[in-house]
C-alpha cells in the first residue's frame, strides 16, 4: 500500500471526552471516529487492526474444529422470551417493534438463536459434538458508555457456542476451547493471563477470562507469582485464618466516638490498627407472594473486618441469600438497630437479624463495633462471652495482597486487567429453557450440554493500546499492527535515487508478504516520523539521499530509542530478522 492511496487522518489534540490512552490513540490516529455515545465508524487504519484480530480469531478457531456461522443482529423476541431474558436481562437488552409492533431485539449475544438452530438441527447423538462461532455485531445499551471502544454500545464479538451429548464431552469442549484460546492470545502478542472466573447461578469452576494485563484495566486480577494461580477478584478465595482466635484480655466497654462513624475515624480516634475494627454492613432479602408482592422481608448482618471489602459475588452464594440480596433502606436499619448506619454492630438489637460472619472476624478477640447508638461504639467485643459463636462463617470478602494462595504455593498479588475473552460452560441452561433434545445412543431424549465462549474483537485493539503506548503514540505488536513495516523516503521528489531505493525495498518486502506501506506524500521528514509513531507502525525504514552516498538506510523499531544504520543491501534481511514470526 502506499499512502497517497490510503487515507491517513491524524490530529494533534484527542478528543476532550477522551478519558484513557486507547480512546485518545486512537482518535488521534485516524482508526475511529465517534458518531454517537458509544457508537464509533472504523476507519481504514483502524478496520485494517480489526480485520488482523478477525484473521486471527478465525483460523484457530477452524482449526480447533469450530464452524462459522452468521446470526442476525435483529431477533425475534418469542426466542428470549422463553428463556426469560427478555424480561431479565433489563435495559442494557435494546427493544424495537417492526411495523407490524412485533417486539424484537438487537443482539447483545446470540444462546437463544443459537439453541434454536440446535434444536432443529441435531436429532441424534451422532451428529455431536458441534462447535458453531462467529463474528458478528452486538448492540448493548450500557446506562454509560465510555473510555472509546473500551466500553461501547455497538461493538464486534466472536461468539461461539458448543453442543455435546454430555457433561464429560462438554468439559473435553471446552478445554479445546480453552487451549485455542491461549494459541489466540499467544499470536496477538499481548502479555495475558488466563484467570479463573466466577460461574454464576450455573456453579462449577469452569470459566476464565482471558485478561490482557494494563495499569488501566477495570478488573482486578488476584495471582501467585510463584505458581500458576490466576482468578479475578469475584473468584479468588479468602482463605480462613490458620491461627486460632486469641484470648480476650479486654473488658467489654461502652466507649464514646462523637462524630465517627467510619471504621477508619474511629481506628485513628481509639489509635488502634484499623484491622482491629469491624464493619456492619445490612442487606435485606424479600418473600414475595404469588402476586408477586413482598410478603415478608428478612433483614441480614454481616459482618467484616475494617479493613476488608465486601465481595458482592461471594455473599450472593450465601444460602439464603443466593444472589437475591439488596442493600436494606434506612427505615428498616433503623427499625432493627434502632439506630442509623455508621454505629451499626451486633449488640443490642431492637430485632433479630441474621448475623453472615466472615472467616477473619470469627477468629478476632477484642474487637471493635458499633454501639447501635449514636456517637458511640463498643471496644473490647469477643465471641463466646459477648456474643454467641458465630453459626454462619463464609467468605465475605475481596483479596489483599499478601493474603495466601488458595493453592498453598506463597502469597497472591494483585494486577489490573482488561477483559477481552471469557470461555464458560453453560450446561442445560439454554436448552432445558427451549427444549432443545437429541436422542441419546439409548433412544432417550435429551438436553444438549452446551458451552459458550467469546472474544472483544473490537475491544481487543483498544486493550493492546492501553498496555502498548508511550508518549509519542501507540505501539502495536507485530500481529495486529495496521502495518507491519513503513518505509520512509525523505525527498523523493528531489532525489531520483531515494525515489528508486524506496520503490524497490517496498517491492522486495511487497513480495514476501510483508504488510508494508510506502509513505509517498512528500511530508516533512517530522511530520512523517510523527504520523507513523502516532499509528504505532512497529518497523520503520528511513531512506535519505545523505545515507545513500554511504550505501546506508536506517532501521528503528517503534519502541527503539534510536535508529540503526544497515546497509542498503542488507535491509531486507535485517528487517526479516526483527519480524515476529507468522504463526
Not at 524497490?504 to 506501506?517: F, H, R, S
Request: hydrophobic share 40%; proline share 5%; glycine share 8%.
Amino acid at each position: 500500500m502506499k499512502a497517497s492511496q490510503f487515507l491517513i487522518s491524524t490530529l494533534k489534540e484527542a478528543p476532550a471526552d477522551a478519558e484513557v490512552a486507547s480512546h485518545r490513540l486512537m482518535t488521534r490516529a485516524g482508526m475511529i471516529k465517534k458518531l454517537g455515545a458509544g457508537i464509533y465508524s472504523y476507519m481504514p487504519m483502524g478496520l485494517r487492526v480489526i480485520r488482523k484480530v478477525e484473521a486471527i480469531v478465525r483460523e484457530e478457531m477452524n482449526r480447533a474444529g469450530a464452524i462459522e456461522v452468521t446470526m442476525p443482529v435483529i431477533q425475534p423476541a418469542e426466542l428470549w422470551q422463553e428463556t426469560g431474558r427478555f424480561e431479565k436481562m433489563g435495559p442494557e437488552l435494546l427493544r424495537i417493534k417492526d411495523r407490524h409492533a412485533r417486539d424484537f431485539v438487537v443482539q447483545p449475544t446470540s444462546e437463544e438463536v443459537i439453541t434454536d438452530i440446535a434444536r432443529q438441527e441435531f436429532r441424534s447423538y451422532k451428529q455431536l459434538p458441534k462447535n458453531f462461532y462467529q463474528i458478528q455485531t452486538k448492540f448493548r445499551d450500557e446506562r454509560r458508555p465510555r473510555f472509546g471502544l473500551m466500553r461501547g454500545r455497538e461493538f464486534t464479538m466472536k461468539d461461539a457456542y458448543s453442543f455435546d451429548r454430555d457433561m464429560d464431552a462438554a468439559k473435553q469442549s471446552y478445554q479445546v476451547m480453552a487451549q485455542a484460546y491461549r494459541r489466540i492470545f499467544d499470536r496477538f502478542g499481548l502479555s495475558y493471563r488466563a484467570v479463573a472466573a466466577d460461574s454464576g447461578a450455573i456453579g462449577g469452576d469452569l470459566s476464565e477470562e482471558f485478561q490482557v494485563i494494563a495499569a488501566t484495566g477495570e478488573d482486578a486480577i488476584v495471582y501467585c507469582p510463584t505458581s500458576d494461580y490466576a482468578a479475578n477478584m469475584e473468584k479468588a478465595e479468602a482463605l480462613a485464618p490458620q491461627q486460632a482466635r486469641g484470648a480476650a484480655t479486654q473488658p467489654l466497654t461502652k466507649t464514646a466516638t462523637p462524630g465517627k462513624a467510619t471504621c477508619a475515624d474511629v481506628a485513628e480516634l481509639l489509635n488502634l490498627p484499623l484491622k482491629n475494627t469491624v464493619k456492619s454492613l445490612v442487606l435485606a432479602t424479600d418473600e414475595l407472594d404469588e402476586q408477586g408482592a413482598v410478603a415478608k422481608t428478612q433483614v441480614w448482618l454481616l459482618l467484616l473486618r475494617g479493613d476488608h471489602d465486601m465481595n458482592e459475588v461471594k455473599v450472593g452464594k450465601v444460602p439464603g441469600l443466593n444472589n437475591t440480596f439488596r442493600f436494606a433502606t434506612l427505615p428498616e436499619i433503623e427499625a432493627h438497630f434502632g439506630c442509623k448506619p455508621g454505629y451499626l454492630g451486633p449488640l443490642n438489637l431492637v430485632q433479630p437479624v441474621k448475623l453472615v460472619v466472615d472467616r477473619e472476624v470469627a477468629v478476632m478477640s477484642d474487637w471493635v463495633c458499633g454501639a447501635n447508638e449514636a456517637d458511640f461504639h463498643m471496644t473490647g467485643v469477643n465471641w463466646g462471652r459477648d456474643l454467641p459463636e458465630p453459626e454462619l462463617v463464609a467468605d465475605l470478602r475481596n483479596i489483599v495482597a499478601g493474603d495466601p494462595s488458595p493453592d498453598g504455593q506463597g502469597v497472591l498479588a494483585i494486577e489490573r486487567g482488561i477483559e477481552v475473552g471469557h470461555v464458560f460452560y453453560l450446561g442445560t441452561k439454554y436448552s432445558r429453557a427451549m427444549n432443545a433434545t437429541f436422542l441419546d445412543v439409548n433412544g432417550k431424549p435429551q438436553f444438549l450440554e452446551m458451552g459458550c465462549y467469546g472474544i472483544g474483537i473490537t475491544r481487543l485493539p483498544a486493550a493492546a493500546i492501553e498496555q502498548n503506548h508511550d508518549e509519542r503514540g501507540i505501539i502495536w505488536p507485530d500481529a495486529i499492527a495496521p502495518f507491519t513495516v513503513a518505509i520512509c523516503p525523505i525527498g523523493p521528489d528531489r532525489s531520483p535515487e531515494v525515489k528508486a531505493a524506496a520503490e524497490a525495498l517496498y517491492a522486495e518486502l511487497m513480495a514476501a508478504g510483508v504488510d508494508v506501506i510506502l509513505d509517498d506524500r512528500g511530508e516533512r521528514p517530522g511530520a512523517m516520523f510523527a504520523d507513523w509513531e502516532l499509528i504505532g507502525v512497529p518497523h520503520r525504514v528511513t531512506i535519505g539521499d545523505k545515507g545513500l552516498k554511504e550505501g546506508l538506510v536506517e532501521y528503528q523499531h517503534r519502541r527503539d530509542a534510536a535508529a540503526t544504520k544497515v546497509a542498503v543491501g542488507e535491509v531486507f534481511a535485517h528487517l526479516q530478522s526483527r519480524l515476529a514470526p507468522v504463526a
